[in-house]
């Protein structure tokens, strides 16, 4: 990979991980539009490092908190009546299933799911889908009110977003809108959520981007170490300023943008502009 390449996505990474309009979408996208080349799942996995460190940074009480609560929930059962103890199985229930289809499907992320047709498709269909939820969703039930319900519920959008274009942050946020959570609260669990599937699926990655199996580019691990860093500064921008937003405004701004860029995708692909592949 060259060094430009590195920076352009490692910038765009750390901007769209955490809205609803798909990281490894635009990443893509981005290989395709201004290299010509597809920097593979792998590197796009890896590069997500940079922006979980991020959260762990930006979330280090809420986290503490929550691994505190729940180990001390194991050997006491007084605490288990805390809300802590609670959002500690949350999380661990709503990362089982993008786990166990990303282990599964692994070789299809990596090699299929990467056309651009279904990604723009993804593009519009998901975010329609995140369109509605926002809409039609109550949106009344605060972070205190997560339950067991919105962890399944969240955790199975999740694993959708194992097809690119469909945006883990905008699955999850659907699903909780959609069940009745307030934007904050479907964002915050969102974050949460984040955790565990995208650190273990940067660490499974990271011997393929230095050497992938199938399509891709390698990348030398000072690449890697800078990529982290500079997804890392903006990530945890990126993460302040949209926790501002939800609290505003609505979904449709994302909705429409994502859109947008589907069609022109389709366009583009359907001229012979890009290529799928």
């Given at each position: 990979m060259s060094w430009l390449q590195v920076i352009v996505l490692s910038i765009i990474q750390g901007l769209t991980e955490f809205l609803p309009i798909s990281s490894s979408g635009h990443m893509r996208l981005a290989d395709e539009l201004l290299f010509g080349t597809d920097a593979g799942a792998s590197f796009t996995a890896v590069s997500q490092l940079g922006t979980e460190a991020a959260v762990l940074v930006f979330f280090a009480k809420d986290i503490y908190s929550i691994a505190r609560g729940w180990l001390h929930g194991l050997i006491s059962k007084e605490a288990r009546q805390a809300f802590e103890y609670r959002m500690g199985w949350y999380i661990i229930i709503g990362s089982l299933p993008i786990g166990v289809l990303g282990f599964i499907f692994r070789d299809e992320v990596r090699e299929g799911a990467r056309n651009l047709w279904i990604i723009a498709w993804m593009f519009i269909i998901a975010g329609l889908l995140l369109g509605a939820a926002d809409y039609w969703g109550s949106k009344r039930r605060p972070v205190a009110e997560i339950?067991?319900?919105?962890?399944?519920?969240?955790?199975?959008?999740?694993?959708?977003?194992?097809?690119?274009?469909?945006?883990?942050?905008?699955?999850?946020?659907?699903?909780?809108?959609?069940?009745?959570?307030?934007?904050?609260?479907?964002?915050?669990?969102?974050?949460?959520?984040?955790?565990?599937?995208?650190?273990?699926?940067?660490?499974?990655?990271?011997?393929?981007?230095?050497?992938?199996?199938?399509?891709?580019?390698?990348?030398?691990?000072?690449?890697?170490?800078?990529?982290?860093?500079i997804t890392f500064i903006v990530g945890y921008a990126t993460i302040a300023w949209f926790l501002r937003f939800v609290?505003?405004?609505?979904?449709?701004?994302f909705v429409g943008y994502r859109v947008i860029v589907g069609v022109i995708m389709l366009a583009l692909l359907s001229a012979g502009t890009i290529s799928a592949t």
């Open positions: 339950n067991g319900k919105d962890a399944v519920g969240m955790g199975i959008a999740q694993a959708f977003a194992l097809i690119p274009g469909v945006s883990r942050s905008g699955g999850t946020m659907t699903a909780g809108l959609a069940l009745g959570l307030d934007r904050y609260a479907a964002a915050r669990f969102s974050f949460y959520l984040a955790i565990p599937a995208v650190v273990a699926a940067g660490l499974f990655s990271l011997p393929d981007a230095f050497n992938p199996s199938g399509t891709g580019l390698s990348a030398t691990g000072l690449q890697l170490a800078v990529t982290t860093v609290q505003s405004y609505s979904m449709m701004w």
